[in-house]
């Protein structure tokens, strides 16, 4: 029997998705499927940590599922569903709420950073619960699956880390449950971080220090994946640059960080290596470099846009797609669930 490894990501439907989303995360999930059996979750769970309007909430779930579709991802091939249909999630989780510590979730910086005791952070009192177990749930997400790559954006690290220290704790806690049911090694593995390339990090058209977002100030910051083809080549025209025609070689963008995220968008979109993009480009100014970028994005995003759009018409057909690939997601996150709850020691 060949192993193939099992690949879990997800995505948070907690906003319009915007190219970030794309070259960062979604376009990354496909050429996965022909190596790695793929699993590709919309983290509808995840999203309620903060409140979440129901009808938006609805409206960028589909709107997830449909990215990952319109760009390449086969739902034959994939399982893509939302979260909440496979219930086992909830119910892994609330185990792990149990093993992981308290002192480990304290550590987390994405939880300092939005609940306040790192700069700009809300008030940690006033923040849901959820968000602080928020780890111990997306540890439950690939464990479910004992999913060991998971391709995911440096931000998100920490939480494997966290995975991996649940993971162990679990086995170490529970080894001789474990043993008892016939397993020869650990019950939950070693998950990775898969590697797909080189990171794209996608900066504000409007500060090439700051991620781009969708919470952005400034709505000329970001592209969206729904944008037109128009409001495309404005916001890329309007993006801030400096006064310096572009370098010949990639170490000439040291310092200059917008340049640096344009040429860098341009290369992601074209396939190409920053490197190559300068061959053409160097010695050009911004009056030639960002038309080009307009009429790249806009060939590269537009078909996506325009089958984004025809499948979140029709939320039938993605009922369709959301509902098969939670079936097939709990064909094996039961059997998996069936010895956790064994092990536990709960009775059914
Ligand atoms: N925390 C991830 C993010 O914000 C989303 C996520 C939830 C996830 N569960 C996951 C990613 C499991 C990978 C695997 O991007």
Redesign the pocket.
């Known amino acids: 029997m060949t192993f193939t490894p099992r690949v879990?990501?997800?995505?948070?439907p907690s906003g319009d998705l915007h190219l970030g989303n794309y070259l960062g995360?979604i376009r990354r999930f496909v050429p996965l499927q022909d190596t790695h059996e793929t699993i590709y979750?919309v983290?509808d769970m995840?999203a309620i940590t903060v409140w979440q309007d129901p009808e938006d909430l609805k409206r960028w779930t589909y709107e997830i599922a449909a990215a990952y579709i319109a760009a390449g991802v086969d739902p034959k091939k994939s399982i893509i569903f939302n979260?909440s249909q496979v219930m086992e999630h909830a119910e892994l989780g609330w185990i792990f709420n149990c093993v992981a510590r308290v002192g480990w979730m304290s550590r987390m910086t994405?939880f300092k950073d939005k609940a306040g005791t790192n700069e700009g952070g809300e008030n940690s009192e006033a923040v849901s619960l959820g968000l602080y177990a928020?780890?111990s749930?997306?540890a439950a997400?690939?464990l479910l699956y004992k999913?060991t790559a998971?391709?995911?954006?440096e931000?998100?690290k920490q939480?494997?880390e966290l995975?991996r220290d649940i993971a162990k704790k679990f086995n170490h806690d529970y080894k001789k449950q474990v043993k008892a049911l016939g397993f020869k090694g650990d019950f939950f593995p070693v998950t990775e971080t898969l590697a797909t390339g080189p990171a794209v990090r996608v900066k504000s058209l409007k500060d090439g220090s700051k991620k781009m977002s969708k919470s952005d100030a400034s709505d000329l910051s970001t592209i969206y994946m729904m944008d037109g083809a128009d409001l495309i080549a404005k916001k890329i025209k309007r993006a801030t640059t400096d006064a310096d025609a572009l370098p010949s070689e990639a170490a000439g963008l040291a310092g200059r960080l917008e340049a640096e995220n344009l040429v860098g968008i341009y290369a992601s979109l074209s396939n190409r290596s920053v490197d190559e993009v300068l061959g053409e480009f160097g010695g050009q100014g911004w009056g030639v470099f960002k038309p080009a970028l307009a009429d790249l994005a806009v060939a590269k995003l537009s078909p996506i846009a325009d089958e984004m759009k025809r499948l979140v018409a029709d939320r039938g057909e993605l009922d369709t797609i959301l509902r098969d690939g939670a079936e097939r997601a709990r064909v094996i996150a039961q059997p998996i669930m069936a010895d956790v709850r064994n092990i536990v020691g709960f009775v059914r």
Request: aromatic share 8%; proline share 7%; with cysteine.
């Open positions: 879990f990501s997800g995505i948070k995360a979750c983290v995840h979260q994405q928020y780890p749930l997306m997400d690939i999913a998971v391709p995911v954006g931000d998100q939480h494997l995975t």
